[in-house]
Structure formats: C-alpha cells, structure tokens
C-alpha cells in the first residue's frame, strides 16, 4: 500500500504527508516477523504514532498541507494522524480480543 501510494502522488517519507506515519508502520509490522499479530499491529501503531508526530516540525512539500505553507508548522499532519489512528484501533481490537 505505502509504495502504491509513493508512485501515484509522488510523496515520500520526508514530505509531511500520511506517508510520514505510513512507511515506519510498515517497516514495524515487516519487522515483527513471526511475531503474534498483536504484538506486529503494536509496533506498526506505535512506529505510526511517532511518524506522525515528527510532522509537526516538517515543512509541508506535496499533500494538501503544501498549500497551507508554513502555518502548519507546529500542527500534526492529519493524513499521518489518521494512519496512526487507524492502526491503533486495529491493535486494540486484536489486543482486547486476546
């Protein structure tokens, strides 16, 4: 998913877009290898969490934040956000259901 959505906007880590939170994610959950899913859906959701946090001091170049400029400095990328979110939530669920 991250790569597909690398080649059609032409983002990359770096960038201050969801792929911030996306691409350390996805390297967490690689990572997991043959760990219980619960414990891979953690480390990608934690990864997430802190990609998504280290936006607030990127400046914005692709994604809808490019237009807002240098006013969303201080302030999380929504898009990585929502990546961070989507993922705790599946980890909770697979957590509580343990």
Same mark, same amino acid.
């Given at each position: *998913?991250?790569?597909?959505?690398?080649?059609?906007?032409?983002?990359? &880590?770096?960038? =201050?877009? @969801?792929? !911030?939170?996306?691409? &350390?994610?996805?390297?967490?959950?690689? *990572?997991?290898?043959?760990? &219980?899913?619960?414990?891979?859906? =953690?480390?990608?959701?934690?990864?997430? $969490?802190?990609?998504?946090?280290?936006?607030?001091? @990127?400046?914005? =170049? $692709?994604? $809808?934040?490019?237009?807002?400029? !240098? =006013?969303?400095? *201080?302030?999380?990328? &929504?898009?990585?956000?929502?990546?961070?979110?989507?993922?705790?939530?599946?980890? $909770?669920?697979?957590?509580?259901?343990?």
């Amino acid at each position: *998913g991250q790569h597909g959505i690398q080649d059609l906007g032409g983002a990359g &880590p770096g960038d =201050r877009t @969801m792929l !911030d939170a996306l691409a &350390p994610a996805a390297e967490a959950f690689a *990572g997991a290898g043959s760990e &219980p899913l619960v414990v891979a859906l =953690r480390a990608a959701a934690d990864a997430a $969490r802190a990609g998504a946090e280290a936006t607030a001091d @990127m400046a914005p =170049r $692709r994604g $809808r934040s490019s237009y807002a400029g !240098d =006013r969303v400095k *201080g302030h999380l990328d &929504p898009g990585a956000w929502a990546v961070y979110l989507w993922l705790d939530a599946a980890a $909770r669920a697979v957590e509580s259901s343990d």
